[in-house]
């Protein structure tokens, strides 16, 4: 039903990744603070050296929050032709609105198959590091602590956190080793 009304296939099946900036991966995922109310984090990630490229805090998970990240992924890393977007199919991804900024950047939009979660698991996985590493050891008091915390990890995580899928060495490196 999906790809009939939505046009959007899932186009990671059989890519072969030789460089940065082939395939971005984004997900939200839901934090709890101790007052009971939630912020919402968006993540970009570059698949090939699972280097966070972008991410966007907020308490509303909304379009808005998911623009964030793309727009601020776009002026990090900039236009990159062939380039790639794959998520999963929640409604921020599939707004026109998102869709739209998508087309705007000439990234091309990938969507997890219907029914098979596993398309999106880099996503999946770092975030079960990221609450793992570090928001299950404390508890987070505020919008203000977490996102003190967030930044501090994707700095640790990007350029100390060894990963085994890039030879054990973190993504700033890893991406250094092929660009530089």
């Known amino acids: 039903m999906y790809k009939h009304v939505y046009g959007i296939q899932c186009k990671i099946e059989g890519i072969k ?12 995922t839901y934090i709890k603070l101790k007052d009971g109310t ?13 280097k966070v490229v972008s991410w966007s805090l907020s308490d509303r998970r909304d379009v808005s ?3 964030s990240s793309i727009d601020r992924a776009v002026r990090n890393r900039g236009h990159h032709p062939e380039l790639i977007f794959h998520s999963d199919r929640g409604s921020e991804y ?14 091309g939009q990938s969507m997890n198959r219907f029914k098979n ?5 880099f996503m999946e996985s770092f975030f079960h590091q990221f609450k793992t590493e570090r928001i299950k050891r404390q508890v987070v008091e505020s919008a203000k602590q977490l996102r003190s915390t967030v930044t501090e990890y994707m700095r640790y995580y990007n350029t100390q956190r060894s ?4 030879g054990y060495v973190s993504p700033q490196e890893f991406e250094c080793k092929i660009n530089c």
């Open 65 to 67: 929050l998911t623009l």
């Open 163 to 166: 990963h085994s899928s890039i």
């Open 117 to 121: 979660m596993n398309d999106n698991a």
């Open 94 to 107: 599939l707004s026109g609105q998102y869709r739209e900024r998508l087309r705007r950047y000439g990234i």
């Open 17 to 28: 990744l030789t460089r940065p900036n082939q395939l971005w991966v984004g997900d939200v």
């Open 38 to 50: 939630w912020q919402y984090l968006s993540v970009v990630m570059d698949r090939f050296s699972r």
